[in-house]
């Protein structure tokens, strides 16, 4: 079990473990295999069922099917907060090694690195069984390179991962917002004790999070002290009688409540 330590914009280090190659390949196959459903399911439609001619309608083709298979892991990870399909299903997510969620940029630069993965042909490339395997073939021979990468950099980096400054982790380890900020408080006379929460980003509740997460875990509270020390000064909130711990729950709590009803 591999872990990485990420610095964060609160001057501590979080331990999250790298995700395990055997959940990288998975959730790739399964991405693949729900494009490659996308790819026979339009073909079927426009050219078996609407009558449209393959060589007459390059363009229309590459709008409708070839566009989409090429932003998938693109807008996937960006609205699904670092995750695929396949990778929500395996649990695992890219994180920036800045801490938090990666940057529009971070997201884009590694997708850009996926050219050799998902090819712009694709769309049209496989309109018979034999340009199928023909892709297949060469998405599996360049896949060589991936698995390369992945097994001899430090932090289980493939080339995209390394130019943009990303990381794939297991996301049981890490707690992320939208496990906690989209949950409907129960109690209606709930009270907001730190209405500042709101001044921090997605990012930093992130990290607050997972801080909390990792206490519980370790039951090493020293970490919670310095988060707190730090949301403090950031926040301009007096010293109270409560434990560190109970201070970033309460702080995850007011923003759960605030951000649900926004």
Request: net charge negative; glycine share 4%.
């Amino acid at each position: 079990m591999a872990f990485i330590s990420i610095h964060t914009v609160f001057n501590i280090d979080l331990d999250l473990e790298i995700a395990p190659f055997h959940k990288r390949l998975l959730a790739y196959m399964i991405d693949f295999a729900i494009l490659l459903i996308y790819l026979f399911a339009c073909k079927s439609i426009l050219y078996e069922v609407m009558g449209f001619s393959i060589n007459e309608n390059i363009g229309m083709d590459i709008l409708i099917i070839s566009l989409p298979m090429l932003l998938y892991s693109l807008i996937t990870e960006v609205t699904l907060n670092g995750q695929t399909i396949g990778k929500k299903l395996m649990a695992i997510r890219v994180v920036s090694l800045y801490g938090g969620e990666p940057t529009l940029g971070q997201y884009i630069l590694r997708w850009i690195t996926k050219f050799f993965e998902w090819p712009f042909l694709f769309g049209y490339i496989a309109f018979s069984p034999e340009g199928l395997l023909f892709y297949i073939f060469f998405t599996c021979l360049f896949g060589i390179a991936v698995v390369i990468a992945i097994t001899v950099t430090k932090n289980s980096q493939r080339l995209g991962d390394l130019a943009a400054g990303t990381v794939v982790v297991d996301a049981k380890t890490s707690l992320n917002i939208k496990d906690t900020i989209f949950q409907e408080v129960a109690n209606t006379a709930y009270q907001v004790e730190f209405p500042q929460v709101m001044k921090l980003t997605d990012s930093d509740i992130n990290i607050i999070n997972s801080v909390v997460s990792q206490a519980r875990k370790t039951n090493n509270y020293d970490v919670c002290i310095r988060v707190q020390n730090k949301l403090k000064e950031v926040l301009n909130i007096e010293s109270e009688r409560r434990s560190a711990l109970d201070f970033l729950e309460k702080l995850l709590e007011d923003y759960n409540y605030l951000a649900t009803r926004e």
